[in-house]
């Protein structure tokens, strides 16, 4: 289980029992994700939050590699993930992961 992506084994998860309907899951793991994607002060204490921010960013690209055909829970066409930050249609290419590239934290680490 620790070889597969993290965003498949929250999927995995969040589908106790039922192993047939992970993919199903999906979305609540993105979800989840992209809470963790802001590091708390104690976090921040302890390690460099862009390499934090890297990672989670790595871990919701995965997404569309592990449920590719997936359209539960899809977000308006032009929005981030959680439909809350509007994109300008030229603003992501073909990968449906770019937005995480395009909205960083100007927010200086402590």
Sequence with gaps: MEQRPLIERLARHLAPGDSDSWQDHVEDAASLLALLK???DTMREVGDARIWDAMIDAALRERWAVAPGSQAGEPPAGTDEEGEIALPPDS???NRADWVHLHRSEEKPK
């Design 92 to 94: 992501v290419g073909g």
């Design 38 to 40: 802001s590091p708390d």
